[in-house]
């Protein structure tokens, strides 16, 4: 998109900041270009341009327009706009501003952040000789991805006319008819490619028919529809409940008053939240105004899209993690020109550049995917409050297990509490058994299945419905140990253990891809008695197999569903009877719903509950409700089995008793004891280095920078090995703070980081800093 211009222009007019990305500290403010008068009407805030920077050219982003001022200096000037309408808003500028200062960040990065991965421009060199011989080097920005064009012919006369062409071409003219021919039985439009497939013939014919005026071959923008040809049924607003009445009331007022306010929406599995949540929308747009959904992984909950779909069409933008660039690009697009109202996606479908915002939902709410863990490290929750205000509209964040900070804030009234206390008509939450592993071991039942899931497994298989098993991967992952001395095979630039694959008998770490053969012998005492511990997906799909011989199980694991639409696919199998059983991780945990499923068993619901986060308890009470949540959702009633090692852990019963409150309670009497939140903030400074002295030096003088700086009350803890020391062949040491108000610390870690500047910039120090990190691991 146009090279670099060497004509010099009069001093004067107007003057863009840019945000340039270049993502490196010293770059990180906005940079003065002017604007040439043939860019001038084109040069708006959020445009995106090429501009040099040195002796480079990048892409950037024009955060302002000053008016005509003088200027000291010779000052370069912007090269070119990259789109044709401004891809950022007015809103979404400040609020990129309002993120690199709360989550500590470049402002380019959190633009990026904003933006779709196709208009991440890409710069190429290229060597070029000018006219005196000189060798000059040029950069081009080019976009990713840009549109898809496609030729279409199309036929400029009637039918009857062609009739009487086809009689006057000369006879041997035969592609000439057989393209007259096609296009006549195809409405007179068809895509060039495919027309010159259909009739053998050469591009020359096409244009031959072109020079003569009957038809005419031009390119048209097609947009990647992932969602085109699919049909979804229509679904009309069901009569609320007298419950799910109250709360649409009081969320419909606040969209007619234009009024920004949080609603934590807490209702039980099954309550008719998805059902508000629909008919809210549908008052939205009928005030002419848009509306953005969040769900915690799309891609994971298929049923919900087609709800969203069923009720409205094709206002409906879907974006997800499995969309390629060109079909995210054009979502992206559609959302931009106002051709979708409301999007659902994950975390960063926020974003959508809506200019006329009326709701935001968050659904389950306390799901820790909803904090990006790369840069910009922001929580959605705190970025839908933002736009909310922005827009004075609602946002509903809606969950059966609230996370503790929400709950807290709208015990406080800093957001406003909404309940749905039971399932729509009435409908019974299922029952739930928790069985104690432990005493089945003294009873010398050795497998996977307590006896008591045994019998309801072959009471489901017997009556013909449908069960759903979960077992937690994490924690729980598949490592080698030596059973003789205890030796675990570990990742040697990792510090973790690595998981056995079982295809390939091989063992490969999860963090850096290292891989090796299995072993056969101890590489410690020799031992032979080296192999593979803990229940994998596979594991259990075996011994179902084994146990109830003739079992249809579907198996849904990272490895099942890889391929793009394999979940779709799985569930949907599922849907249609063609298993009795799905089986699988955290992933079948949300969102579905199945008439069917009147049983789910939970084969070892300790194993989260052991990892080393202050978190650990909440989780595990939200995955049990969440995977309780699973039955008897419609006609039929449900059960669920839950087996444990720690039966009396009150996450466990409280979960089994689907008692939200107590659980509440009691948590936060333990997070009150040690100091954690909701009680105290944490922020962590993690440091990263090869060299493991460097990285403990440079932590040190951090902390030791820091903590004159803060209030009395706040503490530095640290620095200490991280969880996971070593990752990639760099050591990792963290800082965690913890502090109850610390007003300034955005800016105080901001200055931080310009301190240890010479160590990053350097010394490769990497510093990496969370404001509110959600896994301690
Ligand atoms: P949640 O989102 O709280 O889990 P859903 O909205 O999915 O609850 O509702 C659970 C089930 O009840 C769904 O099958 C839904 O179609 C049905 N449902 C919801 N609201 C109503 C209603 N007002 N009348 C009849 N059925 C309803
Ligand atoms: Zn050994
Ligand atoms: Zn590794």
């Keep these: 998109m146009g090279c670099i211009r060497n004509d010099n222009l009069p001093a004067g007019g107007p003057i863009a900041e840019v945000i340039v990305d270049v993502p490196v500290l010293g770059a990180d403010k906005p940079y003065d270009y002017r604007i040439p008068p043939d860019l001038s009407g084109q040069v708006q805030p959020g445009s995106r341009v090429a501009v040099p920077f040195g002796p480079r050219k990048v892409q950037g982003y024009v955060i302002n327009i000053k008016g005509k001022e003088t200027h000291q200096g010779q000052l370069k000037h912007i090269e070119a706009v990259l789109d044709d309408q401004p891809p950022l808003t007015e809103e979404l500028l400040a609020l990129s501003e309002w993120m690199s200062e709360k989550y500590v960040c470049f402002r380019s990065t959190a633009i990026q952040a904003m933006l779709p991965s196709a208009l991440k421009a890409r710069t190429t060199k290229e060597v070029i000789e000018s006219p005196s011989g000189e060798k000059q080097v040029v950069y081009e920005i080019s976009d990713n991805v840009t549109a898809r064009r496609v030729s279409y012919v199309t036929l400029l006369k009637e039918a009857k006319d062609v009739q009487r062409l086809l009689q006057e071409l000369p006879k041997q003219a035969l592609k000439q008819r057989a393209i007259l021919g096609y296009l006549l039985e195809h409405e007179g439009k068809v895509m060039l490619t495919e027309l010159l497939q259909a009739c053998q013939a050469s591009r020359s014919s096409v244009q031959s028919l072109q020079e003569k005026g009957i038809v005419t071959i031009a390119t048209e923008e097609v947009e990647r529809d992932p969602y085109a040809g699919r049909s979804f049924a229509k679904t009309d607003p069901l009569p609320l409940t007298p419950a799910q009445k109250e709360v649409f009331g009081h969320i419909i007022k606040a969209i007619e008053k234009e009024q920004f306010q949080t609603y934590l929406l807490h209702g039980v599995t099954g309550s008719g939240k998805t059902e508000v949540y629909l008919q809210a929308i549908a008052h939205v747009l009928k005030k002419g105004k848009e509306a953005i959904v969040l769900v915690p992984e799309i891609s994971l909950t298929p049923q919900m899209v087609e709800r969203f779909k069923g009720r409205f069409g094709d206002q409906v933008a879907v974006v997800h993690s499995r969309l390629s660039v060109g079909e995210r690009y054009d979502t992206w697009r559609k959302i931009r020109n106002g051709q979708a109202k409301i999007v659902i996606g994950a975390r960063s479908a926020l974003f959508a550049p809506f200019e006329r915002l009326g709701l935001i939902i968050i659904d389950e709410e306390h799901e820790s995917s909803y904090k990006q863990e790369e840069n910009p490290r922001y929580h959605a929750r705190d970025v839908a409050i933002f736009r909310g205000q922005y827009h004075q509209a609602p946002v509903i964040l809606g969950s059966a297990t609230p996370s503790l900070e929400s709950y807290a804030r709208a015990r406080k009234n800093v957001y406003t509490l909404l309940s749905l206390k039971e399932r729509v008509h009435g409908r019974a939450l299922p029952k739930v058994e928790v069985v104690d592993m432990r005493q089945e071991l003294q009873s010398g039942n050795r497998t996977l299945f307590s006896r008591h899931l045994y019998q309801k497994i072959e009471e489901r298989l017997e009556q013909k419905e449908q069960m759903v ?141 052991h990892l080393p986060d202050f978190r650990a308890a909440e989780r595990t009470f939200q995955l049990l409700t969440q995977v309780s949540g699973r039955a008897g959702r419609r006609q039929k009633p449900g059960e669920v089995v839950i087996q444990t090692y720690t039966p009396d852990h009150y996450s466990i019963q409280c979960a089994s008793q689907h008692d939200y409150h107590t659980f509440y309670e009691q948590e936060m009497r333990y997070r009150f004891q040690k100091g954690y939140p909701p009680f105290y903030y944490l922020s962590l400074l993690l440091f990263s280095h090869p060299d493991l002295t460097y990285c403990i030096k440079a932590a040190e003088e951090a902390a030791n920078w820091l903590k004159p700086r803060l209030s009395k009350q706040s503490q530095v803890l640290g620095p200490v090995a991280a969880p996971i020391p070593k990752i990639k062949d760099r050591y990792r040491y963290q800082c965690m703070i913890k502090y109850k108000n610390e007003s300034q610390l955005s800016r105080l870690l901001m200055e931080l980081l310009h301190y240890m500047q010479p160590h990053i910039a350097k010394y490769h120090l990497q510093l990496q800093i969370d404001m509110e990190p959600q896994v301690i691991l």
Excluded: W
């Excluded at 937690?472 to 040697?492: H, K």
């Design 469 to 609: 098993l979960f077992i937690n991967r994490r924690g729980f992952s598949t490592f080698v140990m030596c059973r003789d001395c205890g030796f675990v095979l570990q990742c040697p630039h990792c510090d973790i253990s690595l998981t056995y694959h079982k295809v390939n008998h091989t063992c490969r770490c999860h963090y850096c891809g290292h891989t090796e053969r299995q072993l056969m012998r101890c590489p410690n005492c020799q031992s032979e008695h080296i192999r593979f511990f803990g229940t994998g997906t596979q594991k259990v799909e075996e011994a179902l197999a084994q146990t109830f011989p003739g079992i249809r199980v579907i198996r849904m694991d990272v490895d099942t569903t890889r391929r793009k639409g394999a979940h779709e696919k799985l569930l949907h199998a599922f849907g249609q009877h063609k298993a009795d059983c799905l089986l699988g991780t955290q992933m079948i945990a949300k969102g579905l719903d199945f008439d069917n499923v009147t049983l789910v068993g939970v084969i070892a619901a300790d194993s989260m509950l």
